[in-house]
Each structure stands twice: as structure tokens, then as C-alpha cells.
């Protein structure tokens, strides 16, 4: 093949440089900003990618109890469970699917599927959920998004990739269809199932419009909530500490942000290469 | 277990069929051994013979049954009064009134044509995007840096969108990075998060931003599966870069793009909502209320019940059934579409 062309090259290195500085500038200039100072602000122009005078003062802000230490518990706890439960219902619901012989699964994997399709609306899930009693309880931020189809798809079709002789040979050796699940299946699934949690886990981390429709009372409310409050809408955190040295608005908002984007930033690197199987599995075979 | 046939009732047979009918049409291909084996068995046989799978399968299926389809009956409403302490038993039938109150509110003209705008504006300024963004990764030679690049641009889907609107916020609301760099220049400092009339862009590129690196997944797969071989031939017939682009690339990846353009237009009347609510108040209702956040705020904001649940009736009926259609359509043009390759 001929040799590129020496514009070419330049024209395509420029563009990944911009977008791979779309993507990071902004997320360092908020893990920046949150460590300045009054005075790193003042001299910047939109967020500080290198503070001059780190200080902590804004995590000491908002971990001094209070709003957002509240609700940073309740979104781990909402995520950990909510990630567990639906890992269980989701791997028993692809397991019990797997197979084509079992009577009615191809009727039940339909009513799964077409809820891909539509979406009873806010109205009627609104009224489900205070009709369920389920209205201003933490269960409102789990049980309406507990399966999604599209991970109950890529699992279905990883379990039903796995090799027939597996099965076979299980059941010579006289192991039931659960034995056969915890001992053989689910070992075998490591990769998939953690890229599962992932996208579980993000959903739940996440969960903002849930939390907006089904829960009244302000002390319930997960992180994503609290952003919305304190860095949107720009309510002021500070004022409940008197007396004490009042980091600047804008580094309590980004901290916020931070404790909100940190742990995404963690589980990402180890889960990545998984990403493209499961994603093709999901939007492909489903 | 009994292997004599017991005579099927009617019951029986039309439960046998329901349950063959799925796996293919009935004369299309004989069946095979195992379907005969099950053919030996009684409905209520192989009910315990595979109580365990569908035992593990029923919270699942409890979950979409109560919370999907239990819903839809609570569409009742948008053909009542509906009054929170009567519920829906007691609550006045009203026939359509509800529909015709919502069409003849301005606002909900005013809605409904913000929700076109916004899905134009992203369909033709977002859908190509990630198109591009693959083939700039798949020109990348060197393997490692074009995994970092892809790690990097898959990162932000990730992301919830209160995060990214914030994050936005720091970059061109007003005391933002943007309008500090035209102040600086000695510009006017433009304020685009309150712009109602740049709002559908606003949109679009925080759209870009978060799923732009995500939508290239599946076009790097179609990409993948195009013949190199298809390449050299063009090269050797003297076709430069942009021609072997334009007469083997695009024609090899228009059966996904069509397919992807297809589902778009099915997802039409939903744009991101949890965007748009978020962002709504600082453009104000007239450039920021879409169909969703029509029924959000007159619903459960305003108890106005019926209405709310009627305009949100009609989008799911026409969302449906452009979906629907669209599926549909895409099966015309040969593609597997959304659920017909389910059992592949």
C-alpha cells in the first residue's frame, strides 16, 4: 500500500489528541478543582487542572457528617445490594432459559424480551410503586430496574455458548440442573458475570430518576440526588459549619463530583476488555 | 417414567404446539430426537422434570410481570378523573376528555414539537459521529495505543448524567471556562447552558460526549468482519484511501449503520430524559419541555392524573409502534433486527 501522506497523518494525530483531551481534561480539572484553594480558583479560568496550594479543606467539608456523607452510605448500600439481587434473579432467570427443551422458557424469554420494546411510562410506574407501598423506601430505587433484558440476553447467550458435553457429562455423574449451575456453570462465567455487575452496578450507582419519582424525604436521597441539589442547583453546603474554615463553593462541588465519579474510575480498568464480547452479544444475538 | 403415549386431550395438543410453534414453523424441518422424546411426556411430566430451571427462572419472570406489564393497566387513568384518595375504582370515568384537554393545550404542541427538534438535531449531528470516531480507531496501526484510545472513549458511558451535566456546568455555564476565555479575548460571555435556542446542540454534545466512544463498538465489529482481501484488490485496481473507503468500507458497514438508523428512528419520541429534566429549568419550559417532562410536571408535579397518563399513553402507543415498525422493517431489508435473532 502506498505511504500516508504526511497532512494525513497530522490531521489524524490532531483529532485523537482532542478527543482523548475531550474526554480526560474535564475529568482531571474536577479531581483538580476540588483539591484548590481560594486562591487556585481565583486565578483560574474554569476548573484548575494543577492546584498551587492543595488542601483537603473540601473533603473535610463534606465528610464532616452532614448531606453528602449520608448519602454516599445509601448509594453503597443501595449499589451492593442492589447489584446482589439482581445478579441472583438475573443468573438464575438466563440459567433457567439456557435450555430449549424446558417447557414454556421460549414463552417466558419472549415476556422478557418485549420489554425491550416498550416502557409503561412515569405515570402508571408511579402509581405501581406507591400502590406496591413501595413509596419512600429504599426497595423503590432497587425493584423497578432489578432485570434488564439486555444483560439477561448476553447471559442467556454466554450459558448457551458453553460446550454440550459440559452438560452431559454432569449429568452422567448424576449432578441436578442447580449442582450443575453452581459448580460448572458459574465458575465458568467469571468474565461475564463481573462485566454484568458492572453494568448493574453502574445503574444502581447512578440511579437518579428513581430516586427523584419514588423518594419524598430528603434524608433517603443517593449521591446522585444530593449532586443535583448541591452542584446544579447550587444550594450552599457550607453554611451548616460555622466557625470553621469554609472551603470554596466551587472545590466542595467538585469533591462531591469526585466521590461520585472515584469509584466508576476504580472498577473501570479491570473490566474494560470485556466490554466489546458482551456488548456485541447484547446488541447482535439480542 | 411412562413410555407409552397417553392419547392427548385437545388441551394438551394445542399446549404442545404453542410450545413447538417457537423453535420453527411446524413443517419447515422434522423434528428432532429430543422434541420426540418430549413428545412422550405429559405436560405435567416435564413440568417436574425441569422444576428446578423454572424455578430458578420465576423471580425473574415475577419482576417483569409486576413491573412491566402490571403497569400498563394503569393507563386506566387516562380515562378517568383520577383522584389519588379515591383510587382507581372510584375515581370518575371521563371517556377522552383527558386527550382532547391535552390537544388542545398549546404546551403540548409546544412539547411535542421540542421533542421532534431535539431527536433531529441528534439524529443528524450525533449519528454520525461514533461512524467517524470508528474509523479514525480502526486506521490507528499500533495495537496498544489504539486500546488506550478506546478505553479512554468507552469510559464516559459509564457515567451518570447528573455527573456530566455538572461537569458541563464547569465548562460553559456562567462562571465556567468558556465564558471566562471570551471575556479573556474580550468577547461577550456566552452562557450556552441557559441558551434556549442552542439547547438541542447542548444536548447533542453532551450526548456525543457521553456515548459517542460506546456506539463505536459495533461498527469496530462490522468494520472487523469486512474481507481484507477486499482492500488489496481495490489497491491493486489503483484505488487511493478515500475511494477504497468510500467503495469497500462504507458498503461493508451499511447493513449495521441501516440497521442503527432504523432503531433511532424507533426511539424518536424518547429523547434522554433524564438529560433534558435536569436541564430543564435553566432554559426555561418553552425550549426545555419535552414529551417526558410534559408528563413528569403535569402529573406528579401538578396531580393533573389524567392528562399526564393520556399524552403519555399516546407516546407509548406511537413509540411502540415505531419501534415495532422499524423492527420490522429492518427484517424487510434482511437484518436480524432487535428480537428475532433472541434465540440464535
Redesign the interface.
Known sequence: MERPTRLGQFAKGLALVVVVAAVVYPLLGVIGTSFASQSDIIRSTGLVLWPDHPTLDAYRTIFTGGVVTRALFVSIGITLVGTLASLLVTVGMAYGLSRRDVTGSRAILMIALFTMLFNAGIIPNFLLIKGLGLYDTYAALVMPTLVSAFNLVVLRSFFMNLPEELYDAAKVDGAGDFRILVRIVLPLSKAVLAVISLFYAVTYWNAFFNALLYLGDSDKWPLPMVLRTYVLQGQSLNSASAGEVLAPQQAVQMAVLVIAVVPILLVYPFLQRYFTKGVLTGAIKG | MADTAPPLTREKRSKRR??DE??APANATPPGR??RA?NRLT?RQ??KR?R??????????L?????????????V?AFQDYQ?YLGYMHSAWVGFANFTAAFGEPAFWSATLNTLEIALVQLVFFFPVPIA?AL?LN??VSERLRRF?Q??????H??????I???F???LGG????P??LG?LGLPRYDMMSDPDAFPWLLTLQVA?KDA??GT??I??ALLNIDKQQYEAA?IDGA??RRRLWHVTLPGIAPVLILLLILNLGQIL?VG??QI??QRDAVGPDAGEVL?TY??YH??KDND?GV??AV??V??VI??AL??GA?KFAHRLGH?G??R????
Do not use: C
Open positions: 404453542k410450545v417457537g423453535a429430543a422434541a418430549q405436560l416435564r413440568l425441569d428446578v430451571m423454572l424455578l430458578l427462572t420465576l423471580p425473574g419472570l419482576y417483569f410481570v409486576v413491573f412491566h406489564y402490571v403497569p400498563l393497566l394503569g393507563y387513568v389519588p470516531l479514525l486506521s490507528i484510545v478505553s479512554v472513549v468507552y469510559l464516559p459509564f457515567i451518570g448524567w447528573v455527573i451535566v455538572s461537569i456546568q464547569q465548562i462562571a465556567g471556562l468558556l471566562d476565555v479573556g460526549w466512544g460506546w463498538i459495533i469496530l465489529a489497491a487511493g484511501p424518547s430524559f433524564e429534566l435536569l417526558d408528563v413528569y402529573g406528579i392524573w399526564a397518563a403519555g399513553l407516546k407509548a413509540g411502540t419501534v415495532l423492527n436480524e432487535v428480537y435473532g433472541a434465540d440464535r
